[in-house]
C-alpha cells in the first residue's frame, strides 16, 4: 500500500466514509495538503485532507480545529472542520480534514488575479479585519494547549533555537542583541495565528474567502500577526506594495482599526525584526533537518538557500531604527 493509499484509509476510518484522494494541493515544511472526495451513499463532497509530515512542531490537529471554530464565532473567514485526528489511524500523524473553498492560494496566482490596484487595497483592508476580530480572541478563550509568549520569552526561545542549530550566523545573533537591547511594552495577548500571509489565504473575485494554515498559533502580542504580513519575504517581488505584494500598510491599518483593533508601529517594527530572525532560524533548521538525514525532502533541502536573504533583511530592519 503507497502513502497515499493509507492516507486515504485512514481517512475513511476517521470520517466514517469512503474517501478519495483526487489530487495533491501542496508539500509544505510542516504538512501535506490534499484534495479528497468524501463518498457517503449517493452524495460526494469535495474536502482538503492536510496531513502533518512529522519533520518539524507545530499545534495539535485538535487545537487547529479548535482554533478554526472559533475564528469563525469572531468573523474570521475560515473553512469549515469535518473531522479532526492527533493521530490519524494506519498513518500515525496528525490530520485535519476541512471543506473545499474555491478561489486562488498560490501567492503569484493572487497577485496576478488581482484586476487593479484599488482590489489590492480592497484585500489589505480585508486583512486587516480579519486580523482584528482573530485579536479579539483573547488569552482565557484560546486553547490552552498554545504557547505563552511574552516579548522575553519569544527572543529567549529563538536564541535556544539558534544554539540548537550550531550554526554562528552573526547577521541573526545581531539581530537578537537588537531586540533585546530595544524592548517594546508588553501588551495583552491574544490568539495570534503567527502565519497568515500571501499563500496562506484563498482569494476569490469579492477578496479575502479564508485563512489557511493555522498548525503555527500561539498565544502572544497581536502585533505579531501584522509585522509577519508585511515582511518582505511574502511580498513576491512587489516590494513597493508591502502587504503580500498586492496592498499598502495604510489600507491594512484602515481595516484593523475599523474592525476595532489598536495599531502599535513601535511593537510593529520589533516584531518584524523578531519574525525576521525567527524565519531565518526556521530556514537554517529545514536545511539542517535535511542535512542531518532526518528526512529526504528536497523542498527542505532547499530551504538553506533563502537564510542569506532574511538576514539582509534583518540587517536592513535593523538599521532603520539604529539600537537606543
Known sequence: MTRTEQIAAGLGELIGAEVRVTGMASVGAQRATFFIDI?????TTPAVAQVSASVLGSVPASAEAAMLRLAEQVGVPVPDVIAVSDDLP???APALVVSRIDGRTVPRHILRGLPDEAAGESLARQCGEAFARLH??????????LPR???TAY??????????????????????AWLRANPVPEAPITLVHADFR???????????AAVLDWELAQVTDPMQDLAWMC???????????PVGGFGSVAALRSGYESAGGSWRDDAIHWWSVARCAWWAIGLAGQAAAFTSGLTDAIMLAASGR???ELEYDLLRLIADRPTN
Open 39 to 43: 463518498l457517503d451513499g449517493t452524495s
Open 155 to 176: 527572543v529567549d526561545d529563538l536564541e535556544a533555537k539558534l544554539d540548537a542549530l550550531d550554526d554562528v550566523r552573526p547577521a541573526v545573533r545581531a539581530g537578537l
Open 231 to 241: 515582511l518582505r519575504t511574502w511580498r513576491f517581488g512587489n516590494d513597493t506594495k
Open 149 to 151: 509568549l511574552s516579548h
Open 198 to 208: 500571501n499563500g496562506n489565504m484563498i482569494v476569490d473575485d469579492n477578496g479575502l
Open 90 to 92: 494506519g498513518v500515525g
Open 136 to 145: 479579539t480572541i483573547g488569552e482565557a478563550q484560546a486553547p490552552a494547549s
Open 306 to 308: 533563502r537564510v542569506p
